[in-house]
């Protein structure tokens, strides 16, 4: 008889559910949310889900085949991965961009780490921020009804009135936004079915929601709100936290495993959503705290470990390290330390290279983006010639004595075919943007009279401030002859008055400003007297 002892690594009891049954349930519980999602945005919407799915299995497959490796897709984690990135996806986005998100996912943030279970950050998430970085512009672009419009929170965020904000409609889902975050009553009831199942625990999402809406309550008191729960319930319904806080906070592999560091996690995310939401430039925050929240899991369960019991412990207490381990010792924190340093470094290297080989196409991209920027507030311009009396630092002062805050960047002489000066095109910078500077260059005549604008860089909210980049916006500034433009929002009367962008008062009131800043420039070196009034812009408030 053989009395041999056959151990193995721990745990010893195991649980009955496998990955697929896991993976099947989170599939089962995104149903409500996926329906909707397809009702409301309809055959966009059918489109992206399945191409975020099938892509997403075959890039898997295609990884794990090249790589002689087994192939898991049977697991079902990619076709969860694939729908929670659909999910996160505007109706907006085309197919290209969505295969391009799923092979990010799969290949860059899963299969490289070595698949599920090594993977350091939510896969699904992981892509979005990606495409949320490369391609800011389609990502943040929403219709609803066959209209480009903004989401509820970044209407909010942009004029900071709930007037225009209908809460009930964002706890329903009737709301322009990603496919999957717009009706909160269905992620709550696919939340209540993972939590019934037992596939969640109610730890982290319950701590997330809860240190969010706290923070939220403090931000609305101190900025003159009051106890405001509609503004809180704006805050909750919207920017896709439920689905973030029930469906990718909680993944197994990406978030902690100790009954402490759950806590700490859920706190980290509450009040990282918070300060990006409030304080960043983004309506939403939640993408981008759970993915800084999931680089710092590690560090969590470090700090967090349990108090070991028996021999162990006796151990540690007697200061013996032979049989047990600080939970942060020196040697590791070096160790650890120097790593990072090895990895930035080495990153630091590769990005400089990459800049290196890129810097002259892009260079050739700019360029090429500036000239046909000219032509378009110049188009009877035959060529372009540098001003040659040009100076930065004079025309910052004029523009600061004249109380803009913007920059001139570029002037350039438009010439006719037979020699003779048109006017001139003038690059402005402006820093009152909403999101960030905007540029953009603006003609003017020989006359004085606005020739057009166009701008280079915008970056303003989809729906809101980007409708400044439309013809019928733009228009208002060509082919008229005044001292100084200022918006309205009762409807333009005169030359002067500019129709404001509704929602997008700051945005108007920082086009306007590097018009009249590129007039003010030209008006200068044309030997008029510069207008010493503040820039502000006397329009209606």
């Known amino acids: 008889m053989d009395n041999t002892f056959k ?11 496998s990955t697929q049954s896991i993976m099947l349930d989170v599939i089962i519980a995104l149903l409500p949310a996926t329906v909707f999602g397809i009702i409301n945005f309809e055959l966009n919407a059918m489109i992206l889900i399945l191409t975020c799915v099938v892509s997403c299995v075959l890039f898997e497959w295609l990884y794990q085949k090249m790589m002689n490796r087994k192939v898991t897709i049977g697991d079902l984690s990619a076709v969860v991965t694939g729908l929670l990135l659909a999910l996160n996806l505007s109706p907006d986005v085309p197919v290209w961009m969505a295969i391009l998100g799923s092979a990010f996912a799969i290949i860059i943030v899963k299969q490289l780490f070595g698949g599920l279970g090594f993977n350091f950050m939510n896969p699904a998430l992981g892509a979005r921020c990606f495409l949320l970085i490369s391609f800011a512009g389609r990502m943040t672009s929403f219709s609803y009804d ?31 936004g990603t496919i ?16 019934i199942r037992r596939v969640i625990k109610p730890v982290i999402p319950f701590t997330y929601i809860g240190t969010f809406a706290v923070l939220i309550m403090i931000y609305a008191v101190a900025s003159g709100r009051g106890f405001d729960l509609t503004f809180l319930a704006a805050h909750l319904c919207g920017g896709g936290l439920m689905l973030g806080a029930f469906f990718m906070a909680t993944d197994y592999v990406t978030s902690p495993i100790t009954p402490a560091g759950k806590v700490v996690f859920g706190v980290i995310l509450g009040i990282l959503t918070f300060c990006f939401r409030i304080y ?10 759970i993915i800084f929240s999931n680089l710092l899991v590690p560090l969590i369960e470090r700090w967090t470990q349990p108090k070991s019991f028996g021999e162990g412990a006796e151990l540690a207490a007697q200061g013996d390290t032979a049989g047990t381990k600080s939970k942060m010792d020196t040697k590791s924190i070096v160790i650890a330390t120097i790593a990072i340093m090895i990895i930035t470094v080495i990153a630091g290297f590769a990005l400089a290279y990459v800049y290196k080989i890129t810097k002259d196409p892009i260079a050739v991209t700019e360029q090429k983006a500036k000239e046909e920027a000219y032509k378009a507030v110049f188009d009877d311009a035959d060529s372009f010639d540098s001003y040659a009396d040009f100076d930065a630092d004079a025309a910052a002062k004029i523009l600061s004595d004249a109380g803009y805050n913007a920059d001139i960047d570029e002037i350039v002489e438009a010439k006719g075919s037979d020699g003779s000066a048109l006017g001139y095109v003038v690059t402005v910078t402006s820093h009152e943007a909403y999101s960030g500077d905007l540029q953009l260059a603006m003609g003017v005549r020989a006359d004085g009279t606005t020739n057009g604008i166009s701008f280079l860089s915008l970056s303003e909210t989809a729906g809101l401030g980007m ?3 439309t013809d019928s916006f733009k228009s208002q500034f060509a082919g008229k002859k005044v001292d ?22 700051i945005t108007t009131n920082a086009v306007t400003n590097a018009v009249n800043a590129g007039l003010e420039y030209v008006k200068s070196i044309n030997g008029g007297a510069a207008d010493s009034s503040a820039a502000s812009n006397g329009g209606d408030k």
């Open 467 to 469: 409708e400044a980049d």
């Open 484 to 505: 100084k433009f200022q918006y309205t929002k009762s409807g333009a009367t005169v030359d002067e008055e500019i129709d404001a962008l509704s929602g997008a008062t």
């Open 146 to 176: 066959g209209v480009t419009t903004a989401t509820p929170l970044a209407v909010l965020k942009n004029t900071g009135d709930l007037a225009n904000v209908n809460v009930l409609n964002m706890f329903l889902g009737n709301i322009p």
């Open 7 to 17: 151990i193995s690594s721990s745990p010893h009891v195991r649980d009955k559910r």
């Open 180 to 195: 999957g975050e717009t009706s909160v009553v269905c992620l709550l009831v696919g939340a209540a079915y993972l939590l």
């Open 280 to 289: 960043g430039g983004s309506a939403e925050g939640v993408s981008y705290a």
